[in-house]
């Protein structure tokens, strides 16, 4: 076994063991799929984002993930109170800037946020993390059009301003922070048939950033875990209905030997 096949499970045997609760102010769209893969892998989910209520929840959770993919009012109102408690704890924040560039509303929210806490981790697919960035770019809705390997220079100067692990979700999923890149290569195109997989991602680095705080390792071991994940549920159904329930059972089921046979990891 490789070190970092072995990194990657300990740190999944740590999630089972300790079952981390990840806070999630999430999108009505995926509530339900990011709550399911966090149980299956072995975590305890919370989604929880009214105002009156997210400070409390921040103080007894491991980790909050921010996910901006349907915002409102009270959303955003949420996400802030979360985030500024969350940074007052020193409990890591998981950062999905969905559909960023999209609109100006999506766009203010997303500085306005990361002016307010700058995230431990931002997760986004290319042109999410180009348009963080401030590199305008063109976006198809919640979509990328542009390969992940696009927006590495803007990941890194992303992190290199916030002080963030950045990822990068595509076909290659690229883990940044300042000159160090984690690069994976696991995972299966028949996932981006399936709603709300960059966001489930984006909630299991919560809960591997709750148990490990070398966040780069963190982000890398979340998404390795993915897409190893992915592989699993692809060979046993091709079809994207069947991926839905068979991703679930393969977290629930993922063992060491998945993790060393498949592992497409490099670094630098």
């Known amino acids: 076994m490789s070190q970092e096949a072995q990194l990657i499970w300990t740190d999944v045997e740590q999630i089972r063991a300790q079952a981390p609760l990840v806070h999630n102010i999430t999108n009505f769209v995926v509530m339900n ?22 400070e409390d929840f921040v103080s007894i959770s491991n980790a909050l993930v921010v996910n901006i993919g349907t915002l409102d009012a009270t959303f955003v109102a949420g996400m802030k109170l979360a985030m500024h408690r969350a940074k007052a704890l020193g409990k890591p924040i998981v950062f999905d800037p969905v559909g960023v560039g ?38 198809k809705g919640v979509d990328s059009l542009y390969g992940s390997e696009a927006a590495v220079e803007a990941a890194q100067r992303l992190s290199l301003v916030w ?6 979700s595509g076909a290659t999923d690229y883990v940044i922070l300042g000159e160090r890149v984690a690069t994976i290569k696991n ?43 992915g592989e699993i549920a692809v060979e046993k159904d091709p079809a994207p209905g069947s991926l839905q329930v068979n991703f679930l059972n393969s977290l629930y089921e993922l063992l060491e030997a998945a993790i060393t046979n498949r592992l497409q990891l490099t670094q630098s």
């Open 33 to 54: 799929n990011t709550a399911n893969a966090l149980l299956a892998l072995g975590a305890s989910p919370a989604m929880v984002h009214a105002p009156e209520e997210v």
């Open 163 to 168: 002080g963030s692990v950045v990822v990068i």
């Open 187 to 229: 995972g299966h195109p028949l996932m981006t048939k399936v709603t709300g997989m960059g966001c489930t991602a984006t909630a299991l680095t919560g809960a591997f950033s709750a148990i490990n705080a070398d966040y780069f390792q963190a982000a890398t071991h979340a998404m390795a875990v993915m897409g190893i994940a």
């Open 102 to 139: 999209a609109t100006a509303y999506r766009n203010r929210v997303s500085e306005e946020l990361l002016e307010l806490a700058a995230p431990t981790i931002i997760r986004g697919n290319a042109s999410e993390i180009m348009a963080l960035a401030g590199l305008n770019a063109q976006t």
